[in-house]
């Protein structure tokens, strides 16, 4: 099943006096349950593209369906309520709201939709754990180092279940272990969950745990192939149980 | 669009987190929310405790105005309010008009001549405001307005004696015991005269009375001025000055039965009609009130819109985080205001209490006696007690929080209008 | 330094512009209520002053306190023309004045009649050019009387009408006389129109057996803020003519004599200063505010300065220009508006409704107009101004305790 699919999206910016091109007739198909790594010098278009997907940003043409849903049609409330419900997001820094704690931080997504307390307490409980970070719920922001403040935003990415999860340089800011740590932690909800994960990074670390890469350069796909030697993804993994 | 129809919507906006939010925002930055809470504070009391001093100013002169007029509502000959001559002077009332004033409705009630007249001593002449009154039923009244320093107060109906000012005798050069002759003219314009002894001396607070007024029983004046059984007017209270509907309506009424027994009409007027200069003071202070509280708000508004502003401008990633996260702008817009609720609220409390305190600090009164003279010449006495209006208190508080939040609109809007995407990428 | 602190102004220029937008706010309102307030205050004044009072008056001593008929000036003629004589400049007339039962043909009163001097009483007084209706007075000693508005309502008199004024004289004598109306006059002020009457001095001094005596000589210069300096040449003029003052004398200014006046003035003074320095109060807190942000969120970018060598009281003067900057921008821009404003309002007069009343009380009249001058159009400005810059200490004492390490960490 085709989890989003991108045709002919173009996107330009003005930059002063000058026109940069974001995306220049981009067309891409991501399957659920992928983990597709994004790659590609700076201002090549990842972020752009990123944010086409998660209906953060318009393109100025072109389609994009997340599911079902036709994302460029859609406005502004109505594409918020999809950010909130349909997809996570993991963002390079500055992930979480520095005036609430973790687990705040990771309800504060439930609260938004509207889920009863003792639900929300449950499930962000449930998923600090999983995330590996029981005993600091209550902590905030400043007093986590960077590895667990990007676990508490992938805790809260995923926190409403949702199918697919759009990180921009989610390691960036973080020493090597915690980044690997990151990224394992990814491909196993990949595999427990079926969540499809799209990573925009430059981080050679994170491609190499890729079976799909992706590579932009001036806004338009140069390359998109399949690695042999990355770890499983999920959907590999469930096709290789199944026979 | 089959599209749209997928995507939830959130009936109620999660209140709390909203709460949450504001309150903690509003103390990360202490230093600046403590600067704003004080000036907020400041602009409060500032805006109550003016106030009040204002009210109490202009009650005092009220009170004092109408117990010189005196009276909540006057019964007089129509012509006597622009012409306040003895030609039009009305009867005493009847007994059925008597036991109308002695009613529920009116808390006093006496009948007085009042007629301009000179004074004179062996050495100086003076014009004066004669008042023949009733010591019985008005003794009590004048002796709350004025002191008595010598001598006695006039005690009966037919009390052959007069009561002056200080600082009129001190003009005539004469003294208690003393003898002096008033002189003033009958209905028929022929001089009369009478020789009274000074019985008692009098210190009024306004300097200016005492070498105005000047008291001699009913009856003296009476019989001084050939007008048997006839009085300029007819007196009324009611309870308080700031209500008199019940007791004009009550007099009114009685007045106009009075009227039907009578051969010439009489009038009943309340004190606003009698008194313009009373009656626009209120009218004036409540405009300059109102005045007062939106120009200290201006003031305030300011630093309030700066103050969000900045607020808003510090955490333009944090927004961007949240419209990212999928919150509605609505709620960002919600977030800032309440915020900025907040704020207004504490800095309401702050600023009532320490009016309310101030203001109860100086229940005794501002001693002004040092520019006494100024304020009598508007008739306010040398101290001052500011009042509270529960009116004026309210509008403070209506005012500062309305304003403030039509005030904090725009950054809060502003705010929910940020690109998340800009504001995400928004370099440190 | 300057362009320096001029910049980092502008870097939140939304947050410069409330800052200053606040300044200009309550400099436009000073400035209006300021030269609103000197306006009147010269209106009171004058209206009060030039109507009867005058500036100076020249009277036996105790007089002004307790204007009694027998405390007069002997020889007054004499003190009035040594007056003219020596101090050329000023206007100079004389008065006498007592208390009189007053009776037409249907009403009697008490009033006040002055015996004024026919030839210089328009020097003086305003009232010879006030007549409602009919003539002034002439001079000599003529059966006539001018009287007040009001006063001519209650006694029910017209021009040309008998007035029968009874009293007693200098002497102790009764004194009475006929006179006719020949003038009646409004000067505005309710006092006056209802009280007071005139006839001429050689009228007052026949009636009231007054020799050559009067009661007070009123001296008016150009300016009544002069009053004072005139005063003291009065006095040192009558000292040296010893041979005048056989009764004892007295030179008052008009604060003197008007006590009330000048309270009443003080009163509103101190109201409205309340309310001006809550004003300036909240502008500095304005002001605070933005310095204090400024300096707080420039913490890193102070530690690089202090680490490559600025002292903090380098920073500290940095802070104080950017805040004279931000605040002479108030100053300029507010009391420029505010100039605008008053110099418009100065032509066209304003009123304000519902304060009619309130303004007679104070001799003013309807229609108000600001008065402009270099101290009425900077004062309120240059105090918020300095508010503003007192509002700059406590942020520059906050950067005498920078620490460069901590400070450049500082995120």
Redesign the interface.
């Given at each position: 099943m085709t989890a989003i699919s991108c045709k002919n999206l173009c996107k330009t910016f003005q930059q002063g006096d000058q026109t940069v091109v974001g995306l220049d007739h981009v067309s891409i198909e991501i399957d659920s349950e992928e983990v597709v790594c994004l790659s590609g010098p700076s201002g090549s278009g990842k972020?752009t593209l990123l944010?086409a997907m998660?209906g953060?940003?318009t393109p100025d043409s072109g389609e994009i369906r997340v599911g079902?849903?036709?994302v460029d049609?859609?406005?502004?409330?109505?594409r918020?309520?999809?950010?909130?419900?349909e997809?996570g997001?993991v963002?390079q820094a500055?992930?979480?709201?520095?005036?609430?704690t973790a687990q705040?931080n990771i309800e504060?997504?439930m609260?938004?939709?509207?889920v009863p307390a003792e639900l929300r307490h449950q499930k962000s409980l449930a998923i600090l754990q999983e995330v590996g970070l029981e005993g600091l719920e209550d902590r905030r922001p400043a007093e986590l180092s960077g590895g667990q403040q990007q676990r508490v935003a992938v805790a809260?990415a995923i926190v409403s279940e949702p199918t697919l999860v759009l990180a921009d340089e989610p390691t960036a800011n973080l020493d090597s272990t915690s980044a690997i740590q990151l990224i394992e932690l990814f491909l196993e909800l990949n595999r427990k969950l079926g969540i499809t994960f799209v990573i925009a990074t430059h981080d050679t670390r994170v491609m190499s745990y890729c079976r799909r890469m992706i590579t932009m350069v001036d806004g338009k796909i140069v390359k998109d192939v399949q690695q042999d030697q990355a770890p499983l993804a999920a959907s590999e993994h469930n096709a290789i149980s199944q026979t | 669009m089959q599209n749209a129809d997928q995507i939830r919507t959130n009936a109620l906006p999660p209140l709390g987190t909203l709460m949450t939010l504001a309150w903690r925002n509003l103390w990360r930055n202490h230093r600046r929310t403590a600067i704003m809470l004080a000036a907020i504070s400041v602009g409060v009391w500032a805006m109550i405790f003016m106030s009040a001093l204002m009210r109490g100013m202009v009650d005092d002169m009220l009170k004092r105005g109408i117990d010189q007029l005196p009276g909540h509502v006057q019964i007089h000959n129509p012509q006597f309010l622009d012409d306040p001559s003895i030609v039009h002077s009305l009867p005493e009332p009847d007994s059925a008009m008597q036991d109308a004033l002695n009613q529920a409705a009116v808390s006093k009630w006496f009948s007085r001549v009042k007629v301009p007249a000179m004074i004179s001593s062996e050495r100086e002449s003076r014009g004066v405001m004669l008042l023949g009154i009733d010591p019985e039923a008005e003794r009590e009244t004048i002796l709350n307005g004025v002191e008595l320093t010598q001598g006695r107060f006039l005690e009966s109906a037919g009390d052959r004696g007069v009561v002056l000012g200080e600082k009129l005798v001190q003009r005539l050069e004469t003294r208690l015991g003393k003898r002096v002759v008033i002189t003033s003219q009958d209905p028929q314009n022929n001089l009369a005269e009478i020789g009274l002894r000074v019985i008692g001396i009098y210190q009024a607070e306004l300097r200016s009375q005492e070498e105005q007024f000047l008291f001699i029983s009913k009856q003296a004046a009476q019989k001084l001025l050939n007008i048997e059984d006839q009085v300029s007017e007819v007196a009324v209270f009611g309870d308080d000055y700031r209500d008199i509907a019940r007791v004009s309506q009550h007099v009114t009424a009685a007045t106009e039965s009075w009227n039907s027994r009578l051969p010439a009409k009489v009038e009943a007027n309340p004190w606003q009609t009698i008194n313009g200069f009373l009656s626009s003071s209120v009218t004036v202070m409540d405009g300059f009130v109102l005045i007062w509280i939106i120009v200290v708000f201006i003031a305030l508004s300011f630093g309030l819109a700066n103050t969000l502003v900045m607020a808003v401008f510090e955490r333009v990633r944090e927004i961007g985080l949240m419209l990212a996260l999928g919150m509605r702008p609505a709620l960002v817009t919600w977030q800032i205001l309440l915020e900025s609720v907040f704020l207004l609220l504490l800095g309401l409390l702050l600023g009532n209490i320490l009016a309310v305190l101030s203001i109860y600090a100086l229940a005794d009164g501002i001693d002004l006696s040092g520019v006494a003279q100024g304020f009598e010449m508007v008739g306010v006495g040398n101290t001052l007690v500011p009042q509270l209006w529960i009116k004026d208190l309210l509008t403070a508080n209506a005012v500062v929080i309305l304003l403030g939040l039509t005030t904090s609109m725009l950054p809060a809007w502003r705010a929910a209008n940020y690109d998340p995407v800009r504001a995400l990428s928004k370099a440190t | 330094m300057l362009s320096l602190a001029w910049r980092n102004l502008w870097r939140h220029s939304r947050r410069t512009w409330l800052t200053v937008g606040a300044m200009i706010f309550s400099n436009i309102l000073l400035v209006f209520m300021i030269t609103l307030q000197i306006g009147n205050y010269g209106m009171m004044i004058e209206n009060s002053l030039k109507a009867y009072a005058g500036h100076i008056q020249i009277s036996a001593t105790g007089y002004s306190d307790e204007p009694k008929l027998r405390l007069t000036v002997d020889n007054i003629t004499e003190l009035a023309e040594l007056l003219r004589r020596e101090i050329p400049e000023l206007s100079v007339s004389m008065r006498g004045e007592t208390f009189v039962m007053a009776s037409s043909e249907e009403r009697s009163f008490g009033l006040q009649v002055a015996g004024v001097d026919v030839a210089h009483e328009a020097t003086v007084s305003s009232i010879p050019g006030l007549l409602a209706e009919g003539q002034y007075l002439r001079a000599g000693d003529h059966p006539e009387i001018v009287i007040g508005s009001v006063l001519a309502r209650n006694l029910k008199v017209g021009v040309g009408d008998e007035i029968t004024l009874l009293g007693s004289g200098y002497d102790g004598s009764f004194a009475a006389a006929v006179v006719n109306v020949r003038g009646i006059f409004n000067s505005g002020i309710a006092e006056l129109d209802r009280n007071l009457a005139q006839i001429s001095f050689a009228s007052f001094q026949a009636l009231f057996a007054m020799q050559e005596k009067g009661h007070v000589v009123i001296a008016n210069s150009s300016d009544v803020y002069q009053a004072a300096s005139y005063q003291q040449q009065i006095q040192q003029l009558l000292n040296q003519q010893s041979e005048l003052g056989s009764g004892a004398i007295e030179v008052l200014n008009w604060r003197e004599t008007n006590p009330s006046l000048v309270q009443a003035i003080q009163s509103d003074l101190v109201s409205s200063i309340f309310m001006y320095m809550v004003l300036i109060v909240l502008v500095s807190f304005s002001v605070l505010n933005t310095q204090l942000m400024s300096v707080l969120e420039r913490t890193r970018e102070f530690g690089i300065m202090t680490a490559i060598g600025l002292r903090p009281g380098q920073l500290g003067k940095l802070v104080v220009l950017e805040t004279t900057a931000m605040a002479g921008l108030g100053l300029v821009i507010g009391a420029f508006l505010g100039l605008c404003l008053t110099i418009y309002l100065n032509q066209v007069g304003f009123v304000i409704p519902g304060m009619e009343e309130m303004a007679a009380r104070y001799n003013l009249q309807e229609r108000l107009y600001p008065s402009i001058s270099v101290f009425s159009i900077l004062v309120g400005p240059s105090v918020v101004f300095l508010g503003c810059l007192l509002a700059a200490v406590y942020p520059v004492i906050r950067l005498q305790g920078l620490q460069p390490v901590a400070a450049m960490r500082a995120a």
């Open positions: 972020t944010n998660g953060l940003d079902d849903l036709r049609l859609l406005d502004k409330g109505q918020a309520d999809m950010r909130l419900n997809i997001f963002f500055y992930n979480l709201i520095p005036v609430l705040e504060f997504v609260q938004v939709q509207g809260r | - | -």
